[in-house]
Structures are given as C-alpha cells and as structure tokens.
C-alpha cells in the first residue's frame, strides 16, 4: 500500500512535477477530432456525438497549425441565445442557423486562447498552466505540428503511476 507520510508525498509530488509533458501527454488523441475552422456547426455536432473535444487545424488530415480547441460546452454554451459571454453577433448568427442558415463555421464558435506545452515542458508548468487559465486541455507542441494532449485525466494516471511504481 503506498504510503501516506508526509515526506514520501513530497517526494511523489517532486517526482510528478519533474515529469516532462511527453510522459504524461496522450498521442493518440483518443476523446478528440480534428476539425477544420470553416466547417459548418451543424457537421461539427454531429462529431461531437463521439468526443468531448477537437482541435481546430487547416487540415484534419494533418496535425499542423493547431489554431484553436472547441469543447462540446462550447456549442451548447453557443447554442443559449441569452448567454452572456458570447457577442450579440454571435447569438444573432446562431439565431439564424436555428432558422436554417448554414454559414455559422466553427471558428466563430470558439475563440478561447490556446495555451500550448511543449513535450519538454515539465508537469509543474502543465498543471499551473491547467489551473491558472482554466484549460481542460493543453496541445502538446513540437515544432508546429500537434503531437499529443494532455487533459485532467492524463495528469491524474501519472500521478497514479508514480504512486504505485509503475514509473513512467
């Protein structure tokens, strides 16, 4: 049974924080899809049927030029005519795609700043950045091309794994 003393804990906590994002990351993109900006909303709920989350990028068969995330809250939030962080432009768009327009895209549903890890960059910075800004989900950056995600699950398993002496 792993131990509940004070300093081991310390010691687990080091070990966690010392981690580089690319131990922790997921490269398989398991809960995610790759979206193109100017796909139409009504497209992008059905994609949302089977993730939680995608990443915008100018060409879903690449993973290069991430510009952007959007949540499935997002579109539910997007959705709420009266909601009060979205622009009256905006619920004025989604008024009309509720009529039948097809021109509201995904880049004009989201709109949140990306904050973005590098697979260097230690679990300390991850989780403060995580916290910090309110980021389910950091992309994982090497170059320009997206080579992973890390999200409050995949921090947890490490954690976990250290915990329990699985390592990395």
């Known amino acids: 049974m792993p131990s509940h003393d004070p300093e081991d804990i310390r ?10 994002a690319r131990d922790v990351m997921d490269p398989t993109f398991r809960a995610a899809a790759f979206l193109p900006p100017h796909m139409p909303v ?9 993730v939680d989350h995608a990443w915008i ?40 795609l509720a009529h039948g327009a097809a021109d509201c895209t995904c880049c004009l549903v989201e709109g949140r700043v990306l904050h ?4 260097d960059t230690p679990c300390r910075d991850v989780v403060h950045l995580m916290e910090s800004k309110g980021a389910l989900w950091l992309p994982v950056i ?18 976990h794994r250290l915990r329990s002496g699985a390592g990395r």
Do not use: C, N, W
């Not at 009504?42 to 089977?50: H, K, M, T, Y």
């Not at 973005?116 to 697979?119: E, I, K, L, N, T």
């Not at 090497?142 to 954690?159: F, N, W």
């Open 11 to 20: 010691r687990l906590f080091e070990a966690f924080y010392a981690l580089p």
């Open 42 to 50: 009504l497209d992008a709920v059905e994609v949302f049927q089977s």
């Open 57 to 96: 990028v100018p060409d879903p068969a690449r993973r290069f030029g991430v510009q952007s995330i959007l949540l499935r809250r997002d579109l539910l939030r997007a959705m709420e005519p009266t909601h009060e962080s979205y622009s009256k432009f905006l619920r004025l768009r989604f008024r009309s």
């Open 116 to 119: 973005r890890v590098g697979p």
């Open 142 to 159: 090497e170059g320009d091309e997206l080579v992973g995600e890390i999200g409050s699950l995949q921090v947890i398993r490490a954690l």
